[in-house]
């Protein structure tokens, strides 16, 4: 029987004990904190880090001051370690899935290539997407009519000015793009993204000023943002885009400005 019992305890695997278990959780728990905090922003993964640490730091220390061999601890102590064990590995089981989910839409994230050298000629997903634009319009039952207009009297650069200021006034709302499109050297595209506090979802919003005339007279503005992934976007990208043209519409005088209800109209 002996002999036996030697014989699966010579076959058992490896296994982490409590004590390394307890510094991976700190270190994973911390490094997960400042990843959050610096580089993705990421509030949940900040929130699932920060338990991970915390209850690696109180298994640590709690559960060494009970292992050592002259502490006489209680039924209390018992449970107590008994609980800290259960809840660490069930904020280990969540951090490894919330993890995962993270990391599954930051590969989904940058997988998808967005670089656009003109201003897109599809608006897809259809559910995840508003545009307003001189070919065709989706989605836009939020722009009031009277915020789509020609600007005249200012040049290029103003104009430009103006709309960076408007997205840089979005929440999470960053540039990531800024030239002259190929096809139309007398046109501006802005590029910018725009990350969800929860997940970290990205839409990405494309706006070019566009030369009506072709002689640099009048321009007016036209407007894509489209989520990245998915398909339904709760109607945050047509309320974007009607913000956006809420901003263009205080942002310059009346006397420059003229309403036409649809993009050089």
């Not at 338990?51 to 559960?63: D, K, R």
């Not at 047509?238 to 005088?253: D, E, H, L, T």
């Amino acid at each position: 029987m002996y002999a036996n019992i030697e014989e699966v305890d010579s076959n058992r695997q490896p296994h982490l004990t409590g004590k390394l278990r307890s510094y991976l959780s700190i270190v994973i728990g911390l490094a997960q904190c400042i990843v959050s905090l610096t580089k993705f922003i990421h509030p949940l993964g900040f929130l699932f880090g920060l338990s991970l640490l915390s209850f690696g730091i109180f298994t640590q220390f709690y559960g060494s001051k009970i292992n050592q061999p002259n502490y006489r601890y209680d039924q209390k102590d018992k449970k107590i370690k008994s609980w800290a064990s259960r809840v660490l590995k069930g904020v280990n089981i969540a951090h490894i899935c919330i993890t995962s989910l993270l990391l599954l839409i930051g590969i989904a994230n940058l997988k998808i290539d967005t670089t656009m050298h003109d201003f897109p000629t599809q608006c897809l997903p259809e559910p995840g997407c508003s545009r307003v634009a001189r070919d065709f319009n989706h989605r836009a039952n939020y722009v009031d009519p009277k915020n789509i207009v020609t600007i005249s009297g200012l040049n290029v650069e103003n104009i430009h000015n103006t709309l960076k200021g408007c997205i840089q006034n979005e929440q999470m709302g960053v540039i990531i793009a800024d030239e002259v499109p190929q096809s139309a050297p007398n046109n501006r595209l802005l590029h910018s993204i725009f990350v969800s506090n929860f997940f970290g979802f990205i839409d990405d919003m494309y706006l070019q000023i566009v030369d009506c005339n072709n002689n640099q007279s009048t321009f007016s503005i036209e407007i894509q943002s489209v989520l990245r992934i998915g398909q339904s976007d709760l109607d945050v990208n047509p309320q974007r885009v009607a913000n956006m043209y809420n901003c263009i519409g205080k942002s310059f005088s009346n006397q420059t400005i003229t309403a036409t209800s649809k993009v050089c109209g």
